[in-house]
């Protein structure tokens, strides 16, 4: 028999007290041994929600996407048990479909990827999800990536799994909006084994801090063409 994969789920959050309960109870517990729930500075009640629902909640002040990511593989490299096979990050504003993980630790479950890559592109979008800045953003990314570092992406979507010695390899630095593209440029770079897989997208709950507003859109859209061409 196979051994089993271990898997550890990272969730970056900031004021996610609507969502963030209802991501954690649809994560499948047979495929995950930790839920870490990284809380950016909530002023409302999501730490409290997390820690009801049995997540590993874990504070980290300096905001940024990166940042609580970090602050999650810190936490995971600080353990006093076997590290993970594989880390899984997933947004807490219950956007993306949990029972996805299933189709994206796959791939690396049989050994045909390091990274991959939960596709909104590819899958179904409820109307409304995406706006036309994300799609147009997320188009450019790709397309600059295909051009610049020779790999075909359709999204640059928070949903991914990675194998974890992958993303230890990766020296990942990024402690804001260019957090997934980083990861993403690096797995190219390296002759890494990547894959996407589809996966469903639907209106998150509440207001998106980074495409809910023309600063936050802004500021993600000029960190993600600056990351890009900063690796190359």
């Not at 450019?140 to 993303?167: H, M, N």
């Not at 020296?171 to 980083?182: A, I, L, N």
């Amino acid at each position: 028999m196979p051994k089993p994969q271990i898997v550890d789920v990272i969730i970056p959050v900031l004021n996610e007290q609507n969502a963030v309960g209802m991501v954690i109870d649809e994560i499948p517990k047979n495929r995950v041994r930790h839920i870490i729930v990284v809380d950016n500075g909530s002023t409302d009640d999501t730490i409290e929600v997390a820690k009801e629902r049995g997540a590993v909640v874990l504070e980290e002040a300096a905001r940024g996407y990166g940042n609580a990511c970090l602050k999650g593989m810190s936490h995971i490299a600080d353990l006093d048990e076997p590290k993970p096979d594989t880390v899984v990050f997933l947004d807490g504003d219950h956007s993306d479909f949990p029972e996805f993980i299933h189709a994206l630790l796959e791939p690396i479950r049989v050994g045909n990827a390091d990274l991959v890559i939960g596709s909104r592109a590819l899958g179904k979008k409820e109307k409304g999800s995406m706006t036309p800045q994300q799609i147009f953003g997320n188009w450019l990314a790709t397309y600059l990536l295909r051009i610049l570092y020779k790999v075909q992406y359709t999204d640059l979507g928070p949903f991914r799994a990675v194998r974890y010695e992958s993303l230890l390899a990766m020296d990942m630095q990024d402690k804001t909006y260019g957090w997934t593209v980083e990861m993403q440029l690096k797995a190219a770079k390296m002759k890494m084994q990547i894959a996407e897989v589809p996966v469903n997208y639907r209106n998150r709950i509440g207001v998106s801090k980074i495409s809910g507003t023309i600063k936050g859109t802004l500021l993600a859209g000029y960190k993600i063409i600056q990351t890009i061409f900063r690796y190359l």
